[in-house]
């Protein structure tokens, strides 16, 4: 038992340190490849959520009055 919970504490504290020492992925970044990543994000968000909309019968309903909406 007491070796399971030396176990669980030095993970826990191999754990604090990484998180500690490991750098934001962005603070290295120059303001264009910071730009490029989030439209990469956005666009990969976007189609995501497209496909939500599609595969998902709830939000077929939606996509069809969206459709109508436009047409109008």
């Known amino acids: ?4 919970i030396t176990a669980v504490v030095l993970i826990g504290i191999v754990f604090a ?11 290295n970044m120059t303001e264009e490849e910071f730009e490029a990543e989030a439209k990469r994000s956005s666009a990969m968000g976007i189609a995501v959520a497209g496909l939500q909309k599609i595969v998902d019968p709830s939000h077929k309903i939606e996509l069809m009055q969206e459709q109508e909406q436009r047409i109008e």
């Open 17 to 27: 340190i990484v998180k500690v020492v490991s750098s934001d992925r962005y603070a």
């Open 1 to 4: 038992m007491a070796y399971l």
